[in-house]
């Protein structure tokens, strides 16, 4: 396969680290453009070293440069508010984005669970930290029964949230609770979000709860959670269940009291996972953007692989 020009927009954290991501990788992308807006970035300075084309006049100066033309595919690692902002200026252009801030414009991409479906995008919402590393196991508990009610709380670093995460709390939120019905299939959601500040830094930890109607097949279930985990850190190495599913009964003479919709019998399902960073750009605690970016790369590789098989040679 021939390579796969793609552009990054956003030189911080995020985008520095698909950067090397793809830099490293012998997959089909290339990067054939970086754009930022702080000049002193060390994202900038790291793609220039590396031979990768730069700008720091963000989108517009991406649009000025002649590797442009070539540009297939533009992955956007800058904030809510500004990819709404640089889908508005790049729309017109045919470029295809990846979104990896929570604006949500797209429909919501998790690869593991419903990249096929959405190989026609034009622009792909990668949901959250949060969404990438839940959704997949709402959605394996949901292919044996009915989930009425999810509920994740991802945790991670202080040290590992940046400007860009901070001010996309709210965002945060309500996309990964969104993306936990629309894509992993439960019927209501909530998502929490917890800033750790202990040091040394922890890693990022997520825990899933799954109110299954009615009796859940708990063998079933456990073995489609430990398949998904496995599919899931085929591109996230660093994904792994912190321990076994855990099952909790509610009958209904004993039910459990919830507040929103009263009582509930069937069963509770916790799954409680892990993420480690791959340590490319970013520290191995921040496995909340380490999911972000490999998630996004393994999206771009699979459009990639797709137009390819299209195009003819």
């Given amino acids: 396969m021939s390579r796969y020009p793609v552009a990054i927009v956003g030189s911080g954290n995020i985008g520095t680290d698909l950067m090397i991501k793809i830099l490293r990788s012998d997959g089909p992308l290339a990067v054939a453009a970086m754009a930022g807006i702080d000049p002193q970035s060390d994202g900038l300075a790291r793609a220039a070293r590396l031979g990768v084309p730069t700008t720091a006049d963000g989108v517009e100066g991406l649009l000025a440069m002649p590797e442009f033309g070539a540009v297939k595919l533009v992955l956007d690692a800058t904030s809510a508010g500004a990819h709404r902002a640089n889908w508005a200026r790049l729309a017109a ?22 990249i096929e479906e959405h190989l026609d995008a034009t ?3 990668m949901v959250t930290c949060g969404g990438q590393a839940t959704v997949p196991i709402v959605a394996a508990v949901a292919q044996s029964g009915i989930v009425s009610y999810a509920e994740i709380i991802s945790s991670i670093s202080s040290r ?18 969104a993306a936990l019905r629309i894509v992993g299939g439960a019927q209501r959601s909530k998502a929490v979000m917890i800033l750790n500040p202990a040091e040394p830094p922890v890693l990022m930890r997520n825990t899933v709860y799954c109110l299954v109607d009615g009796d859940a097949d708990r063998h079933t279930i456990e073995n489609d959670v430990a398949a998904m985990a496995d599919k899931v850190s085929s591109y996230v190495p660093g994904y792994r269940l912190k321990q076994r599913v855990q099952f909790e009964t509610f009958s209904a003479a004993r039910p459990l009291y919830i507040p929103e919709t009263g009582k509930f019998s069937g069963t509770r399902v916790t799954v409680m996972l892990e993420v480690t960073g791959s340590a490319h750009y970013l520290p191995a605690y921040a496995g909340n953007l380490d999911i972000m970016t490999s998630a996004a790369k393994a999206t771009a590789e699979r459009i990639a692989a797709s137009e390819s098989a299209i195009t003819p040679s």
Avoid: K, Q, W
């Fill in 93 to 114: 252009h045919g470029v295809r984005m990846i979104d990896l801030t929570p604006a949500a414009v797209g429909p919501y991409c998790v690869p593991v669970v419903n």
């Fill in 123 to 125: 622009n792909l919402n």
């Fill in 160 to 177: 590992s949230a940046g400007p860009g995460t901070r001010a996309n709390i709210d965002e945060f939120t309500e996309t990964t609770s």
